[in-house]
């Protein structure tokens, strides 16, 4: 059912021929149409859990559009959880794609108020296992120290797959911050992980530090924010980075989806051009999935990502 180990595949372009730069792809897209990328690795520790402590559902928090959301409401159906999810905002009818495929997978959408959303996480949860019995609680994006424990594993897999070595650099799209630190905490001091926030702001190294210091009570330097490439903040976007992910797509077959993964590899073929990345150098870029928010997105703006919509 799981497409693991991720396939690892080198790109061949004129582009990076040119550099002397050898670049993979990890995969992680292609696991599974619904529980993909980052979202098979945090999730699976911690379904493991929950079915320890013999719970029966599973509660978490995100947006509207939320990768999160689709993979948990997905994991749920698959692995026999009800689950329930804090949407934050209203549900807006018709739901979008993600409300309602998550809504079919028989998610119950809990929508709370904005404010709430931010600032009162814990008394939400609480009130719901006070209406609904007691739950599993994931934190929004799934980040946690099972998540982290979840992610290190992309690490011993890239490893394997270059013959036991590690590549001089990996990069990674970085939301909460679960994903990067999962990677660092799976790299334990080598190789340098450049992390590509598709947010504003660098809260995000704290988060990570902090997230990393749970996991393993340890403090790492081979890593470094990429901030240069979130395109005005999360969500936002420009006809540049569609031209980008449309190109990507004729030129590779890879879908990659405008909010994570399109950042950025648009962000680090853009290095490669800048001299970022040491001449003759291996790098491997971590494609954490997120093709579900695609149709939510197109159905939004009018169909600008122009790939064939199966998955
Ligand atoms: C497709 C995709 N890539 C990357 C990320 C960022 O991962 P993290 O939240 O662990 O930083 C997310 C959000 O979880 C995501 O949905």
Request: proline fraction near 3%; charge should be positive; hydrophobic fraction near 40%.
């Amino acid at each position: 059912m799981l497409n693991q180990p991720s396939p690892l595949q080198l790109i061949q372009d004129e582009f990076l021929t040119q550099r002397r730069i050898r670049l993979f792809v990890k995969r992680d897209d292609l696991i599974h149409p619904q529980i993909s990328g980052n979202k098979w690795r945090k999730l699976k520790y911690n379904l493991q859990a929950a079915k320890q402590q013999q719970q029966k559902r599973l509660l978490t928090f995100g947006g509207a559009y939320s990768n999160h959301i689709a993979a948990t409401a997905a994991a749920g159906k698959i692995f026999g959880f009800e689950t329930i999810g804090v949407i934050r905002g209203e549900l807006v009818k018709p739901l979008n794609p993600t409300l309602s495929i998550a809504l079919e997978l028989g998610m119950r959408l809990v929508s709370v108020k904005r404010k709430a959303y931010r600032q009162e996480k814990t008394e939400i949860a609480a009130g719901l296992q006070n209406e609904l019995g007691k739950c599993y609680v994931i934190p929004e994006g799934g980040s946690n120290t099972l998540a982290v424990k979840g992610c290190a594993e992309i690490i011993a897999e890239i490893s394997e797959q270059l013959g036991g070595e590690l590549p001089d650099y990996i990069c990674v799209s970085c939301g909460t911050g679960g994903t990067a630190g999962g990677l660092v905490t799976g790299l334990n001091g080598m190789s340098l992980l450049k992390v590509y926030p598709a947010l504003k702001g660098d809260f995000l190294k704290d988060e990570i530090n902090s997230l990393i210091w749970e996991a393993v009570e340890k403090k790492y330097n081979n890593w470094q924010l990429v901030t240069d490439y979130h395109f005005g903040g999360y969500t936002k976007w420009n006809q540049e980075l569609i031209d980008f992910i449309n190109t990507f797509y004729k030129k590779f077959s890879i879908q990659l989806d405008p909010i994570y993964t399109g950042k950025l590899f648009y962000g680090v073929w853009n290095d490669i051009e800048k001299g970022k990345f040491k001449d003759g150098s291996t790098i491997v870029v971590i494609h954490t999935g997120g093709l579900q928010g695609i149709a939510g997105f197109n159905q939004r703006f009018g169909d600008l990502l122009q790939f064939n919509m199966e998955m």
